[in-house]
């Protein structure tokens, strides 16, 4: 097992590299480096590995794609089309489904790979955002991240119009009305973008270009960014026992950690061709080719586009007509609004948080969603806002499915557009202060047992048993709030920076995180014991 | 009581109550929901001349709503109830009754279609072994479709109108399904879907799903020629005989259609596949990382 | 994934019979040179292996090697597949053919990989010996020296390079690299025309002058699809509905511009039950006995407002709802549109439904010269 020499097929490659790179002195330095364990970890490994995937899948593809609007007559093999007038992206997409073996596989692969890539991504996002591990020294990697989730979008966006086929068309032509309100240069836009009148000749030809090469180059470069941030700065651990600020606990790299990334990435290509195989995607030859004149019920983008379908749906059809020109404000708030203040919002809230608590410390450990009432509670309420407007973006296929009235369903999302993120703030809240009574209660009088005493004067209570040292340890990791420093100092000269609107907004908002905080700490008076009827303490697991 | 306070402690208890709470809110909202509408068991045949035989037949099923005279009958502040019949000829007639749209129980936003009462059925199963329920079932098929042609040749002798489409014209062996599929997608997928799925309307009407192999190529023909409730009027000088059979075609072709990726997931697009693809799909792989990140197992250890 | 070195298949050497394990074939001959591992001068915290009950360890060992072994299989039946079978009766083609090769190359793909990610997981979890370590987290930040040092030589290159003394130089190096970055976007230019009058005119305008040039009074409407055009006793009927494009358009303009004004010529043609029907103030001459003809581009933000409910005579754009009322020059009754659909002005020639003239607005979506 530990011999002092590898075999030599591993140690002649390896010297030929130290030799010409210094490359022995970093693999040593990092075989041993340690990856925590949390399943939630993974999450970020699923997009990863699913981008991997859309390469490999995406090249194959480029083989026979051919991003060209000229019109052709289909001659191929899917008999109801043929005859039929047709781009030559259109007629190629069905080529490669009906014609090249394992064309409908590599398809469906990268199609599924596209939208397991985006959920990762949120899902991810949504693990780090709750756990605070966005806070310093990793706000830059928060932004790379939503760099990539916005490049992604976009990615998608291309990527689904390239075959030109009826439903994917429809989206362009959205994206075209959309590009033409927007003020002073929307119609400029609209003609650059595509070459002329929509649809033209140019658009496919372009998105092809921003889908293979364009973004995928911005995304590597941001990935590998993020991967190196990371690698420098350790990843983060769940505020479990071994783990601290100063000391990262966990299996090595090599072997452990590289076999289950490993294994993780055999899973997800194991996953997206089993969805592959058995789950059919972006039929096209039953959209039909794109035309203008035509359009089905039920038209959504994939899923990621789906908050701002939902916003276009739910707007109020307002515009302002003045001094000839025309503001669509129907079209210009939606598309700007909803998303610009989840995004920008994400972006910002590392800084606002550091701002509001003024904490400015280095966080390695993550912090329990209970423990941070009002970051966890607007988390909430911004997957609320986000998942609200999502639904309403398939709000007619709710209202057939569901047997509601379509107008019921616009009208019901336009409440709960304002309404909803209210209501989820106030609960997740209230449900983080509840979790933090019942941990300083566990802390404090230790785990009912289920065995009910009685005492001599004829008084039940059931025994309360401390808690084991690794819950205890999970429960007071949790900080409690303490009260800012004074903003005045001994001379009674008030802190620069705490004066004026700006400075008053933030003691209120600093307040206001910390106010209903619940202590959780240990007692030192030993009513423990009193309440568990023993004198001397048991540990029991 | 000890019990289910014994129980609340356990792992599982916390998912047990959210899936309690769900079956209550089904049972609930089955509950709330309008009731299927169910049909009554009317008309008895009769022997008699057939558009006398119609016009009774009429007059048990339909006359309640219709009016004896098929005029139509209005509600107090004068809104239609049921319209008249005069004019919308054996088309229409054949279409409402052999779909069981009518006659409707519960006027609703829209008359659902469902099974045609046992006067009209003329799909109802006949290939029986034993003989006798055979045959039973055979003349029971055979009044239905002569009550249905009786029906209709009353209705049709109010006012003429629309004319049931012979088989040739129905048959989708015949028609262009490429030209169907263009027809379709521009006059009728807006509605209906890309393919025939189904799609709502405004009010809680819909446009149902045509993929069913209860919709007949000649229920279809006849929907588009005399445009049932909400749904327009495609006459034969506006979409020629040949263009019904080419859409006629074209559905018939595309619901026979396997899916060569899998499964169809409702064929509806993308919002089937980004919930599968967040519950199935991301579901799968948070349970593989629960698997790989868990803790080993005790026992590998050497004792 | 992590190709475990012992697994490549190596050549096989000479036996080691100095006392050491046997060489199984398959196992690459270890150095006999220097050592891999570098002098431990940097603390790499030492881990030492778990001990594993060699009983369980066997089982979890076949149970792994099984998971491999039905990898390798299915890879095997992915290729056989492929080369024995996908390729029968002439190759893939069509619906059922994709189906039977979209399952099996998919299904053996899905199996392979995920035969092997339980492997690897079953192995890692049960046969890796690795304890937990502990590693410690440094500060990222320089120390104080390294800071002062850098600063150090950061302000002396500054002061070396010149650029802090010499005002001459620092501001015109400015002025030169300023334009380098916006000169490459004037390039872009040429992605498209300017819009100019563009977005007012549709092939309506066109086809009508061009009849009239002939003597006409209009052009006639065709169906979509079928090119028949259409006479007022063919669409008689109230409550039809059909689309329609103006006569002439593969004829008279170029291939690839065929679509691109269809997207602003196609037109919904509706019979609107002549007792229900209010035409608009100047429009009573627009419509033909309540036939009435609209765009069918959606001014909300242009897919086809396409459904048309014969018993309410609204037109719904199933993209969001917009909702515009056929009997009243479709002005907006709901949804986000914010502008009725366009009317075209209609007439009678020869029996045949005939278009006067091109809209008398835009049509689509609003844009900011819109006026």
């Known amino acids: 097992m530990s011999e002092a020499t590898a075999p030599k097929a591993v140690e002649a490659p390896l010297t030929f590299l130290d030799d010409r790179l210094g490359s022995t002195t970093f693999f040593k330095r990092n075989m041993k480096k340690v990856f925590p364990d949390h399943w939630s970890f993974m999450l970020g490994e699923i997009a990863l590995y699913s981008f991997i995937i859309l390469l490999l899948t995406g090249v194959f593809l480029t083989l026979w794609f051919r991003p060209s609007m000229g019109e052709v007559v289909y001659d191929g093999s899917y008999v109801p089309l043929k005859g039929v007038k047709m781009s030559e992206a259109y007629a190629s997409t069905l080529h490669i489904s009906f014609d090249i073996r394992g064309g409908l596989l590599m398809r469906q692969i990268h199609h599924w790979a596209a939208l397991l890539f985006m959920a990762s991504i949120l899902a991810h996002m949504l693990r780090v955002f709750f756990t605070g591990a966005y806070r310093k020294p990793r706000e830059l990697n928060w932004l790379i991240g939503i760099g990539m989730f916005t490049l992604g979008m976009l990615e998608g966006l291309a990527g689904y119009s390239l075959p030109d086929d009826l439903l994917s068309g429809t989206g362009l032509r959205i994206t075209q009305g959309v590009a033409e309100g927007i003020p002073v240069v929307g119609t400029y836009i609209y003609m650059f973008l595509f070459g002329g009148e929509f649809p033209g000749q140019d658009i496919v030809p372009r998105l092809y270009m921003v889908h293979i090469l364009l973004i995928p180059a911005l995304l590597l470069g941001l990935v590998t960014a993020h991967m190196m941030i990371m690698w420098v700065q350790k990843h983060t651990a769940m505020p479990v026992k071994n783990q601290s600020e100063k000391q990262v606990y966990g299996y090595p790299f090599y072997p452990v950690f590289m076999a289950k990334t490993g294994a993780y990435f055999l899973f997800t290509f194991g996953v997206l061709a089993l969805f592959g195989a058995f789950a059919q995607i972006n039929p096209i030859w039953l959209f039909g080719p794109y035309d203008p004149g035509a359009i089905s019920s039920a038209s959504q983008p994939d899923w990621y586009m789906g908050v701002l379908e939902g916003s276009l749906r739910i707007m109020p059809g307002w515009e302002i007509n003045a001094w000839g020109h025309t503001l669509s404000l129907s079209v210009l708030i939606p598309a700007a609004l909803p998303l610009g203040i989840v995004f920008g919002g994400a972006a910002a809230w590392p800084w606002v948080e550091a701002w509001v608590t003024g904490d400015k410390r280095h966080h390695h450990v993550n912090t329990r969603p209970r423990n941070a009432p009002v970051r966890t509670a607007t988390g909430i309420a911004a997957v609320t806002f986000y998942g609200l407007l999502w639904l309403a973006g398939a709000n007619d296929v709710l209202a057939d499915k569901f047997h509601v009235s379509l107008f019921a369903t616009t009208w019901f999302f336009r409440v709960t557009f304002f309404v909803g993120p209210v209501i989820a703030f106030i609960v997740t809240k209230r449900i983080c202060l509840g979790l933090q009574r019942k941990d300083a209660?566990?802390?404090?009088?230790?785990?009912?047992?289920?065995?009910i005493l009685m005492s001599p004067d004829g008084k039940f209570s059931e025994r309360h048993e401390p808690a084991r040292d690794e819950e205890k340890h999970v429960i007071l990791s949790?900080?409690?709030a303490r009260l800012q420093p004074p903003d005045r100092d001994a001379n009674g000269i008030p802190a620069p920076g705490s004066k004026g609107p700006i400075g008053h907004l933030r003691s209120r908002l600093n307040r206001a995180w910390t106010y209903d905080d619940i202590p959780v700490e240990e007692h030192e008076d030993g009513h423990e014991e009193i309440e568990s009827g023993r004198t001397s303490r048991e540990i029991k697991h | 009581m000890k019990r289910i306070t014994a129980w609340r402690r356990r792992p599982w208890a916390g998912y047990a109550v959210v899936l309690a709470a769900l079956a209550a809110i089904g049972v609930i909202y089955a509950g709330f929901s309008p009731q299927t509408d169910r049909a009554e068991a009317q008309g008895t045949a009769q022997a008699a001349e057939d558009l006398k035989h119609g016009q009774e037949l009429f007059n048990k099923n339909c006359a309640s709503c219709h009016g004896l005279n098929a005029e139509g009958t209005k509600d107090a502040e004068g809104n239609a109830i049921a319209p008249s019949?005069?004019?919308?000829?054996?088309?229409?007639?054949?279409?409402?009754?052999?779909?069981?749209?009518?006659?409707?129980?519960?006027?609703?936003?829209?008359?659902?279609?469902?099974?045609?009462?046992?006067?009209?059925?003329?799909?109802?199963k006949t290939d029986f072994e034993e003989k006798e329920k055979r045959e039973a079932a055979e003349k029971q098929k055979a009044q239905a479709e002569k009550n249905l042609a009786d029906l209709r040749a009353y209705i049709s002798s109010l006012g003429g109108g629309p004319e049931v489409p012979p088989a040739s014209a129905v048959d989708p062996s015949k028609g262009d399904a490429a030209l169907g599929g263009k027809l379709f997608r521009t006059n009728c997928a807006q509605c209906h879907n890309f393919t025939g799925q189904g799609g709502a309307l405004t009010g809680g009407k819909y446009a149902p799903a045509l993929s069913g192999d209860d919709v007949t190529p000649t229920q279809m023909y006849e929907a588009m020629l005399t445009g049932p409730q909400a749904m327009p009027v495609f006459n034969d000088t506006t979409l020629r005989p040949e263009d019904k059979q080419a859409i006629i075609a074209y559905l018939v072709?595309?619901?026979?259609?396997?899916n060569p990726g899998g499964n169809g997931l409702g064929r509806i697009g993308p919002v089937s596949e980004g919930l599968v693809a967040w519950v199935v799909g991301v579901g799968l792989m948070i349970m593989a990382a629960m698997w790989i990140t868990a803790k080993k197992p005790k026992k590998l250890k050497k004792s | 994934m992590s190709d475990d070195n012992k697994e490549t298949a190596g050549s096989t050497g000479p036996r080691e019979d100095d006392g050491r394990r046997e060489r199984v074939i398959g196992t690459p001959s270890p150095a006999r040179e220097k050592a891999l591992l570098a002098e431990d001068n940097i603390s790499a915290p030492a881990g030492v292996g778990e001990q594993l009950d060699e009983a369980s360890a066997k089982r979890a060992e076949r149970v792994v090697a099984s998971f491999f072994l039905l990898a390798f299989l299915a890879s095997v039946v992915f290729i056989a597949y492929f080369i024995g079978w996908s390729g029968r009766d002439g190759g893939m083609h069509g619906v059922w053919d994709a189906r039977e090769v979209n399952f099996w190359l998919g299904g053996t793909m899905a199996l392979a990989f995920l035969s092997m990610a339980i492997g690897v997981t079953i192995w890692v979890r049960r046969l890796m010996t690795s304890k937990p370590i502990v590693q410690e987290r440094h500060e990222l930040a320089a120390d104080e020296e390294t800071r002062a040092a850098f600063n150090r030589d950061f302000l002396e290159g500054a002061e070396d390079s010149g650029i802090t003394k010499r005002p001459l130089l620092r501001r015109t190096l400015l002025l030169a690299a300023a334009p380098l970055g916006l000169a490459p976007l004037v390039l872009l230019r040429d992605l498209g025309p300017l819009p100019e009058k563009k977005l007012r005119h549709t092939f309506w305008g066109d086809a009508v002058k061009r009849a009239q040039a002939e003597g006409k009074r209009g052009v006639r409407l065709v169906v979509d699809g079928t090119n028949k055009p259409l006479k007022v006793s063919d669409f008689a009927t109230p409550g039809s509905m059909i689309t329609v494009l103006p006569e002439g358009m593969e004829e008279h303009l170029p291939e690839d511009q065929v679509l691109t004004q269809v997207a602003k010529a196609v037109t919904i043609l509706i019979n609107v039950p002549s007792g229900e029907f209010k035409p608009a103030k100047g429009r009573g001459n627009w419509h033909v006995n309540g036939i009435v003809a609209y765009s069918k581009v959606c001014t909300h933000v242009g897919c086809p407002a396409a459904l048309y409910e014969q018993t309410t005579h609204h037109i719904l754009c199933p993209c969001h709802q917009s909702t515009f009322d056929a009997t009243d020059a479709a002005k907006v009754v709901f949804g986000p549109a914010a502008r009725p659909l366009p009317q075209l002005p209609l007439s009678v020639e020869d029996g045949y439904i005939i278009a006067t003239s091109d809209y008398h607005e835009p049509v689509g979506p609003s844009f900011w010269e819109r006026g």
């Open chain 2, 85 to 124: 019949l005069i004019g919308v000829g054996a088309a229409s007639v054949d279409f409402q009754v052999s779909t069981g749209r009518m006659p409707a129980s519960n006027p609703g936003a829209q008359i659902p279609r469902k099974p045609p009462i046992p006067a009209f059925n003329t799909s109802i």
């Open chain 2, 253 to 258: 072709q595309t619901r026979e259609e396997p």
């Open chain 1, 441 to 451: 209660d566990i802390v404090g009088h230790g785990v009912e047992s289920g065995v």
């Open chain 1, 478 to 480: 949790k900080e409690n």
